[in-house]
Every structure is written in C-alpha cells, then in structure tokens.
C-alpha cells in the first residue's frame, strides 16, 4: 500500500465527531418533540430517487446544484436536494387515500452541490414538516408558528422570520408583460439580493420608468404592518393585492399563537425552489449569514404528482442551528460517561457484571478492557471526564 496515501472525504462533506453527533442527537430529539406536540408523524423516504420525481417543481436553480447517476437500467437517479417532493410523492401515490389534512414531519440528510463554508455542505441534514390538503391562512400560521416553537425549542431566543408572498411579485411580473426569461433572471437578482443586477437587467428591460423603480424597490419592502399598508399602495393589480391580504390574514392568526413577536413582513422573500405558489417565509438570527430555515405553500405540486391537493411547509437546517447556537454562546450541553469500570487481573466477569448493573440503571458505563492498576483508572477518570469510577480488585 502506498504510505503516503490519506484518505480524504469527498467535497462538501464533514464527519460529525462524537461531541457533535451527540448535539445534533439533542437538538434533533427537541425537535421530532415539538412536532409530535403538533400532531406531525415521522415519515422516512428513499435516499435517492428517479430524477424525473425530483424535477417535478424543483425548477433550474435548484436541478443545477442537484447529485445525480444512473441505476443498472440506465435511468437517471439523484439524490434528494430536499424533502418536499419526496413527501409529495408518497402522499400522492401510498397516501392519497388518507384522510386530509396529513401533517408529516423529517428528520433527515439531504444534499445539493453547494460552494461548501460553515453552515453550508453539500450534504446536510434537516428537519422540517410538510402540513398536506389543507388550504388557506390558518394552515399556513400553524406552519410559521410551529417554525417559531421549533427554533425556540432548540435553544435559540434571537432571531426573526421574514414573511413574503410570491404573488406579490408575479403579479408585477404579469403586469410588466416581459418574456418569462427575462422574468426569470430578475428573479434570479432577486433571490441573490444582487441589487446591481437588478439594476441593469431592469435597466435593458424596455420597461417604463415607474414600473422599474417599483420592482427595484422589491428587495427593500420589509418591515412591520404598515409596510403591508405602503405596499398596498405601490400596486394596483388583483394579485399583488390578494397576496398582500392573505399576509395580513396569516399574521393575524400568528398573533393568536404569540409569536408575532419574531415575524416581519418581507416582500423580498423569493426561495430558490420554483414550487412556492404562496406565503413563504425565512428565519435569520445575527451572526449566520444565510437562512436558519425557509419554507412556504406550494399549491400545484401534487397535482404534478397525481392528486390535486394545496400544501405548505417549513424545513430547519440543523447544522446551521448548531452553528447558530454556538456562535451566540448557547451551549448544548453534551453530558459525559457516568461510570468508568477498571479491573486488576482476573477479575474481568465481576467488572462486566458491574457494568450490567449500572447499565440496567441507565447509567453511562464504560468497562476497561484490560487490567490496569487504580493509578491508570483514576488517571483516564481524570482526563475523561467521568463522574465515577468503580474498581474491581
Ligand atoms: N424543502 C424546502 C423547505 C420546505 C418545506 N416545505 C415547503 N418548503 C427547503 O429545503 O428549503
């Protein structure tokens, strides 16, 4: 074998050493928590899927970033860039007889081809709920609610969700009658915030004046409920306008929750994925310089699928959450082993039947595998962290 050969991992992956696999297990375990506290059931998928399946409402930006190869019969694979169109699937095909509305949630990997920095890999894992058939506000706040409890629930005190609608800008976009590219990369400028971008694409655009000032003014209409109002005045087509009420619906609702608190309105709000066909919504907290979670309605979906059915739901990164957490001093305390048990020679079955008893006490017990003498055991009790030792001689 070649000496100098160092095993790498592929780009864009991590191991989660032990101390990190025992926080993400806490944080996870929080979390699978608060969503059955709201009714949700787990719900496992395939890894990877036809790709075919996972097109379906994914659209261009995300498709580029996604891990695709072939199976035997040459048919396209890929991994799952998210959970959402999986869920869907399984609730257009094994579900589609349930009663509705269907609340799932997912503890799970998934992956796209990213630029990898802390808090963004190409694999990573999430936690999220899908909330199926049921449409209108009221669904859509539970949602937003819940995405508020979780993170809450997690740990985390200081942070905001942006609440957008996509209407709002497709109705601007319907109105400016420009061809659906040219839409779709000031969209593209818009989900980047690339303010320069937009800039120039609206300034090539042919479009009037008025109309250019108003879809740059897009990526800085947040703030509170009079932003709602200011907004309501800046347009005057159908959609923009429902899109605006539906928000003022839903946040009346999150205000019967008590979370209003942490919600602002953000009509920036444009998410990489083309399936969002209402409210969508992005949580930030300081110091992490991209979304701790996003989520929002996607209403064509499973017809796509099969069944016409509306839907929304939120997903949580939760290697963000940890970054999130430690960055704002927010330990998750890991507890150490209880118990180190150390033997000296001969005496190993009466150190195993030591161990059996702690562990029959739920305790953390870990057994020496060799003799050695008490100096050695209280020496690794020391440097290890445990709370005790027991000594067999
Ligand atoms: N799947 C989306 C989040 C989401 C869940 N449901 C609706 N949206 C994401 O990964 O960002």
């Known amino acids: 074998m070649n000496k100098n050969f160092v095993p790498q991992i592929p780009y864009g992956t991590r191991d989660l050493l032990p101390r990190e696999a025992k926080q993400k297990r806490i944080v996870e375990g929080?979390?699978?928590?608060?969503?059955?506290?709201?009714?949700?059931?787990?719900?496992?998928?395939?890894t990877f899927e036809y790709m075919e399946t996972l097109a379906v409402g994914t659209g261009s930006n995300i498709q580029q970033h996604?891990?695709?190869?072939?199976?035997?019969?040459?048919?396209?694979?890929?991994?799952?860039?998210?959970?959402?169109?999986?869920i869907a699937r399984v609730a257009a095909t094994r579900l589609k007889e349930m009663p509705l509305?269907?609340?799932?949630?997912y503890l799970t990997n998934v992956?796209?081809?990213?630029?990898?920095?802390?808090?963004?890999q190409c694999e990573f894992y999430q936690a999220g709920v899908e909330l199926l058939g049921a449409p209108g506000p009221a669904a859509d706040a539970e949602v937003v609610a819940l995405a508020v409890e979780a993170m809450l629930e997690a740990g985390l005190?200081?942070?905001?969700?942006?609440?957008?609608?996509v209407d709002f800008i497709n109705g601007l976009m319907a109105e400016s009658q420009l061809s659906p590219e040219r839409q779709q990369q000031i969209k593209s400028a818009m989900v980047t915030r690339d303010l320069v971008g937009l800039g120039e694409l609206l300034s090539q655009s042919g479009l009037k004046q008025a109309a250019q000032e108003l879809l740059k003014q897009i990526p800085l209409l947040h703030g509170r409920e009079d932003m709602l109002s200011r907004a309501y005045?800046?347009?005057?087509?159908?959609?923009?306008?429902?899109?605006?009420?539906?928000?003022?619906?839903?946040?009346?609702?999150?205000?019967g929750y008590g979370v209003d608190q942490y919600v602002n309105f953000d009509l920036g709000i444009i998410r990489d994925f083309d399936y969002y066909t209402g409210m969508v919504f992005e949580g930030y907290t300081p110091g992490l310089g991209f979304p701790l979670c996003g989520g929002g309605r996607y209403d064509t979906m499973l017809a796509s699928l099969g069944v016409a059915n509306?839907?929304?739901g939120f997903a949580m990164g939760i290697e963000r959450m940890l970054l999130a957490l430690e960055r704002q001093g927010i330990g998750v305390s890991v507890q150490g082993k209880d118990v180190y048990i150390a033997w000296t020679e001969g005496k190993l079955a009466q150190a195993i039947e030591a161990a059996n008893q702690c562990r029959r006490q739920r305790r953390r017990a870990e057994l020496a595998l060799a003799a050695e003498p008490r100096a050695v055991a209280e020496a690794?009790?020391?440097?290890?962290?445990y709370e005790e030792l027991i000594y067999i001689e």
């Open 30 to 46: 929080a979390l699978a928590q608060v969503f059955s506290c709201w009714g949700y059931d787990e719900i496992v998928t395939p």
């Open 66 to 86: 996604v891990f695709k190869f072939f199976d035997k019969n040459n048919r396209i694979l890929a991994l799952r860039p998210d959970m959402t169109t999986p």
């Open 101 to 105: 509305p269907l609340r799932l949630f």
């Open 111 to 120: 992956f796209r081809h990213e630029q990898a920095q802390a808090g963004r």
């Open 157 to 165: 005190t200081n942070f905001q969700i942006g609440l957008g609608q």
């Open 233 to 255: 005045r800046l347009v005057s087509n159908d959609l923009s306008r429902a899109a605006l009420d539906n928000l003022a619906d839903i946040h009346k609702l999150l205000a």
């Open 310 to 312: 509306p839907a929304t």
């Open 380 to 385: 690794v009790v020391r440097t290890r962290g």
